[in-house]
């Protein structure tokens, strides 16, 4: 079965440090991947996918996320954080072949950036 | 341009009512997803439209749950008999095609809340 695990409830970091936001993942076949983002009482928002090529996708506000086959993960990255990233963040994953199409969701890792 | 509205924001209704939530997914988007998100949790699937094709419903809780969308447009989420544990976000979201490459664009939800 396809599922998506994102293993920390919570990142705290401080502001100017980088930022790991990790996410691991089981599916059949190859995976399309995502990463969105809820800031606090706004709608979530798309940050960055891998489809294909290059494992090292870039995405919005500074975002980053490389994609390893052999560790199935896609962890999210920024390499300076800002106070304002502090949001919740979600990993979801849907396989491109058989029969469950379905975008499966992580349950969300809080970002917490502290001044 | 415009992205995908909900409404109403916020709704408060007792304990066996009937409640209907609207989508209106952005213009030339074919897809359409309804989620559901409880506090602390992560998003679940609810039900699915891509084009005329019939809807994707595995995600539904409960037959006291339905959906459906007009004109390939608008999308009505109806709960019957509401219970306390409806009580969530419910969160609409759309995309140019169902096809799995494509982002959802999500809308600011609509929070109900069964007293």
């Known amino acids: 079965a396809q599922s998506v695990a994102q293993p920390e409830d919570q990142v705290n970091v401080a502001e100017g440090n980088p930022l790991t936001v990790k996410c691991t993942y089981s599916v059949s076949g190859n995976p399309y991947l995502f990463w969105y983002v809820q800031y606090p009482n706004r709608g979530l928002q798309f940050l960055l996918k891998?489809?294909?090529?290059d494992n090292l996708v870039k995405g919005s506000y500074g975002f980053e996320a490389e994609f390893n086959k052999s560790q199935t993960s896609f962890h999210l990255k920024k390499p300076s954080a800002l106070v304002s990233d502090s949001a919740l963040y979600f990993c979801?994953?849907?396989?491109?072949?058989?029969?469950?199409?379905?975008?499966?969701w992580g349950l969300g890792t809080s970002l917490a950036v502290n001044p | 341009g415009a992205g995908v509205s909900q409404s109403p924001s916020n709704k408060v209704t007792e304990k066996g009512k009937d409640v209907e939530l609207r989508c209106d997914p952005i213009?030339?988007?074919?897809?359409l997803y309804w989620y559901r998100q409880s506090l602390g949790q992560g998003l679940e699937f609810l039900i699915y439209?891509?084009?005329?094709?019939?809807?994707?419903k595995s995600g539904l809780p409960s037959d006291r749950f339905s959906a459906e969308r007009t004109g390939g447009s608008v999308s009505t989420l109806t709960i019957q008999r509401t219970q306390q544990e409806d009580s969530a976000v419910y969160l609409c979201?759309?995309?140019?095609?169902?096809?799995?490459?494509?982002?959802?664009?999500f809308g600011p939800g609509t929070r109900l809340t069964v007293t």
């Open positions: 439209f891509q084009g005329n094709s019939a809807p994707d």
């Open positions: 979201a759309s995309s140019l095609s169902g096809t799995e490459t494509y982002e959802q664009y």
């Open positions: 213009s030339g988007h074919t897809a």
């Open positions: 979801a994953v849907r396989a491109n072949a058989g029969n469950n199409r379905k975008l499966i």
């Open positions: 891998y489809i294909t090529g």
